[in-house]
């Protein structure tokens, strides 16, 4: 989305222009560098759901010819587990496509495509093409009929003179250059903006999605945050234990060597063990405190810095021992 209008890499408006046959077609032999059948039908923004109870997966853009099946998806979001949702959307393909009673070489050959406005693996490859293959012998025909393909848009200058690296530059920058085909999903994308209607409807679907992305990662950096204080507080309570343990069984052992200062060695353990069991008591205290304060930077510096550790005690009135 840039200045108020919406982009070709924009869902709303990908989602769109494919569900023109000889627009999506054309994408489609640009990306397999190889022609295709006609199209029979086109399905866009269709949620697909194996079963109720299971979890359902929504298409930019499913695409039927004659003998392939294709799916064609826009990633503006970067996403770590995107290997797992290609590997979900074969399977919820694979079942609505085979019908009860038809054998598994009924099942069509099936491409998921992926344009991603990011590196989907962070390898610095502007094309991946995933199959499966045989580890250990490669030349093994598997004959699954299955191909996966991610394009990483911002790479679009590591492909040679080409009609993908045209494709990869518009979809990154909008910029149409000498290409017919962007040329022509340059008018498309101008002519579809100017239905103020759509755009506004669309525009408003596209903010709550991002809206509801930067609150998912805001979450997920204050997960961190408290997880890491947690950490902090359940180390340093582990510490205290297996250093008390550590000090009881050397006592023992000295107090057994010694003898006569048995008993000696014995006391002055159990006293180092309960003072240590008080601070530690008291250190977990004051994290509970800074942590229900949402006092994140407090609780880091109190774990590492004594006398400070001793300031924020006296603030919420911890009791230390003399």
């Known amino acids: 989305m840039k200045d108020g209008m919406l982009e070709f890499s924009d869902w709303p408006m990908f989602d769109l222009l494919m569900t023109d046959k000889e627009l999506c077609r054309e994408v489609i032999e640009i990306i397999l560098d190889e022609s295709i059948a006609d199209i029979e039908y086109i399905v866009t923004e269709d949620d697909v759901r ?3 109870t299971n979890h359902g ?8 010819t004659k003998n392939e099946i294709y799916d064609i998806e826009m990633q503006t979001t970067k996403r770590e587990d995107l290997g797992r ?6 399977g919820a393909l694979d079942t609505l496509t085979l019908r009860k009673g038809e054998g598994y070489e009924e099942l069509p050959p099936c491409i998921i495509i992926f344009i991603c406005m990011h590196d989907p693996f962070d390898e610095g ?3 991946y093409t995933l199959d499966v293959n045989c580890l250990e012998k490669p030349s093994a025909r598997i004959g699954h009929g299955f191909l996966w393909k991610a394009l990483s848009a911002p790479a679009w200058g590591k492909l040679p003179e080409g009609r993908l690296r045209n494709l990869l530059h518009y979809v990154w920058t909008g910029e149409a250059g000498e290409d017919p085909l962007m040329g022509q999903l340059a008018v498309a994308v101008k002519k579809a903006n100017k239905n103020e209607n759509w755009r506004k409807e669309k525009m ?4 709550f999605e991002e809206d509801m992305e930067i609150q998912r990662r805001i979450a997920e950096k204050k997960g961190q945050e408290r997880g890491q204080i947690i950490g902090l507080q359940m180390g340093l309570e582990q510490g ?3 250093g008390l343990e550590q000090g009881l069984a050397e006592g023992r052992e000295q107090g057994l060597a010694e003898g006569r200062e048995q008993g000696l060695a014995e006391g002055r353990e159990q006293g180092l063990a309960e003072g240590r069991a008080e601070a530690a008591s008291e250190v977990a205290s004051l994290m509970a405190l800074l942590l229900g304060a949402e006092r994140l930077d407090d609780a880091r510096r109190a774990a590492v810095d004594e006398s400070y550790r001793d300031e924020l005690m006296r603030e919420f009135g911890v009791s230390q021992a003399e």
């Open 204 to 207: 408003a679907l596209l903010t």
């Open 57 to 64: 997966v929504r298409l930019d853009a499913f695409v039927k």
């Open 125 to 127: 490859l502007p094309v």
């Open 240 to 242: 205290l234990a297996e």
């Open 85 to 90: 949702r290609m590997r979900y959307y074969k």
């Open 50 to 52: 194996p079963t109720l």
